[in-house]
């Protein structure tokens, strides 16, 4: 297996063709998904005591199962929170998983841990975190929150009073569905402020200030969102830093969505009081053009995260006098092994420059503003909400939630574009609606006028 043969070489060259012909096309089919049943019939068994050959099994790939995906980079694409990576970023994704490097300790990746932190000192620089501020590359925003709320409980028992609490944080039910899952996992509890509008300071405050007196003392961290992910909200961020200091409570934000909006000089002002914060999670991935996956934690004060989260072992004492020149990622999240998942971002923005991503996000703004125009001009459709950022919900009159449904599955099973139906709280009920969220700078205002055409 390990050894170079022609085969190999030809195999090689096959992959490369494949990895050309899918970086350099202007147009990819959208695909669809198929049963699990459905697809055995067509490939048949893949894994065998005697293999079935990388040709065959290649070809397999190319014929059947890379069609039972949906791209996440097609322009009409505008489900959940799609991408859009780079080519100079796909490109060197492949590099990455060529190049077999361990990302956890300096000693080991130092060439491309350093050009992850190139990278990372860019995202902290749009942050406004003051100087020391600095943070690693995780799998994605679960991860990352994670690993900030695991920082925040530790620091937080680091008064014996707390250190047999079962701990306590509060966000609203704007929130990304991972702060559930991470809460689960940290074996904290959660408390949910009902809104799915911004979260504001004073709501936290009287969220507060009606906990029990052992709630309170539970509580430890707060978490905002820098741009929900539902309607792109960004909540009340100065505010929720003041309470948070008043309270002496740990404020992270996450801005996994919202994060890469940071960098467009016409909304970076609603960010105002992120620099604040303790932590914040943003995801390359989204809208930073990365390939999946790469999350980001960014930590005020790093040292904080290293002592909650550098691992121990007799194996691993060599990378503390060998790492000790330079930076290990390991000890600020909660991964051990790592690629260096940060390396095509930073090829990417030193092959484009800063400003080019600038332009890109502001792209995905604007788009969700003229999205918004073309609704208000429907007869038979009414936004539900102003675009924030570049998500845009709007509702098509008189349709139930079944009629979205059967909208959605239609149009994905023409080929023609993915638009998923979503939930807004509307007075006590919760009312189903469509949504857009913009990414890719390739969609056109043509895309987007076919789709709402298809809504009669």
Known sequence: ?????IELIEMTLDVMKYAIGRISATEHPIGKPKKAEELKALVGDTVTEKGIGGEYAFNLWKEHLSKANVPVDHPRNLAFVPASPTRAAVMFDLVTSASSIHGAYWMEGAG?????????????SLTGLPEGAFGVFTSGGTAANL???VTAREYWRRDDTYKREKGLIITSIGAHSSIKAMAKVADVDILLVETEEKLTGKALQETIENLTFHQRKRLFAVVATGGTTNAGIIDDLDGIAEVCEAERLWFHVDAAYGGGALAADSVRPLFKGIEKADSITIDPHKW?????DCGAVIYKEPELA?????????YLDIFKDEGAHGFNPTDYQIQLTRRVRGLPLWFSLATHGTDRYKESVERGIELAQIAGKMIEAHPDLELVREPSLSCVLYRRKGWQPEDYTHWTYENHKKGFALVTPTKWKNGNTFETVSRFCFINPDTTEKDIQMILDSMV
């Open 1 to 5: 297996m390990h050894k170079i043969d």
């Open 112 to 124: 491309g841990i350093f050009c992850e932190n190139e990278a990372m000192q860019w995202i902290v």
């Open 288 to 292: 930073m053009f990365s390939p999946y």
């Open 147 to 149: 690993s900030a709320i």
């Open 306 to 314: 290293k002592e909650a989260h550098s691992q121990q072992g007799s």
